[in-house]
């Protein structure tokens, strides 16, 4: 059997924040692995490869837990998204995603440590970005200041201007954690929320 506080492993308030709304009992860790992408490896499979190593990372730290982790890939055009990290580097990703369509790779992954038992989903959200000028990009990039955040903004805030529409199972996958596959794959684990 496992503990009744869950494990998040993630550094990330974003991840923190969305699994809060869960009402359960959790500890955040951040786990340490090389998130580096392998040579022609697919988008789809990083996320999920990610994903099980951040969650395995955290095992023997706390080997009677349900851990949960999640990794998010975005690609533009064959290109990686990364955090931007600064100003211009953020204004550069939003002129280069000026009325592109970006896919949002989320991964989400459940470990039993007590089992070894690990379960996946991934779900895929894309954006469709509007045309926009290099003022109005600049004008957001300054009210939010998404340096943090891979493809430069938060649809959670300001950032949801920026798009025509958003296709997505999970409004939270896009911020980090799909809640809806999630709660699934807890069930599966016999954990419940409701």
Same mark, same amino acid.
């Given at each position: 059997m496992y /503990? /009744? +506080?869950l494990i998040l492993a993630s550094s990330s308030h974003y991840r923190r924040q969305i699994l809060s709304k869960l009402a359960v009992d959790f500890i955040a860790d951040a786990p340490e692995i090389d998130e580096s992408r392998q040579v022609d490896e697919a988008p789809d499979q990083l996320a999920l490869r990610l994903g099980i190593q951040k969650a395995w990372a955290l095992q023997e730290k706390y080997p009677n837990h349900l851990i949960i982790a999640s990794d998010q890939v975005a690609f533009n055009? %064959? %290109?990686q998204l990364h955090k931007p990290g600064n100003r211009a580097q953020? &204004?550069?990703q939003l002129q280069d995603a000026v009325g592109q369509s970006i896919q949002f790779f989320t991964s989400i992954c459940v470990h039993n440590s007590a +089992? %070894? %038992?690990t379960l996946t989903e991934l779900d895929i959200t894309t954006v469709h970005f509007k045309q926009l000028t290099n003022v109005q990009i600049e004008h957001y990039i300054d009210i939010d200041q998404p340096f943090d955040c891979a493809g430069s903004f938060k649809a959670e805030s300001l950032g949801i201007a920026l798009f025509e529409k958003i296709q997505s199972d999970d409004p939270n996958a896009l911020i980090g954690l799909p809640l809806i596959k999630? &709660?699934?794959l807890l069930e599966q684990f016999d954990f419940k929320i409701l």
């Amino acid at each position: 059997m496992y /503990s /009744s +506080t869950l494990i998040l492993a993630s550094s990330s308030h974003y991840r923190r924040q969305i699994l809060s709304k869960l009402a359960v009992d959790f500890i955040a860790d951040a786990p340490e692995i090389d998130e580096s992408r392998q040579v022609d490896e697919a988008p789809d499979q990083l996320a999920l490869r990610l994903g099980i190593q951040k969650a395995w990372a955290l095992q023997e730290k706390y080997p009677n837990h349900l851990i949960i982790a999640s990794d998010q890939v975005a690609f533009n055009r %064959q %290109q990686q998204l990364h955090k931007p990290g600064n100003r211009a580097q953020a &204004i550069k990703q939003l002129q280069d995603a000026v009325g592109q369509s970006i896919q949002f790779f989320t991964s989400i992954c459940v470990h039993n440590s007590a +089992t %070894q %038992q690990t379960l996946t989903e991934l779900d895929i959200t894309t954006v469709h970005f509007k045309q926009l000028t290099n003022v109005q990009i600049e004008h957001y990039i300054d009210i939010d200041q998404p340096f943090d955040c891979a493809g430069s903004f938060k649809a959670e805030s300001l950032g949801i201007a920026l798009f025509e529409k958003i296709q997505s199972d999970d409004p939270n996958a896009l911020i980090g954690l799909p809640l809806i596959k999630l &709660i699934a794959l807890l069930e599966q684990f016999d954990f419940k929320i409701l």
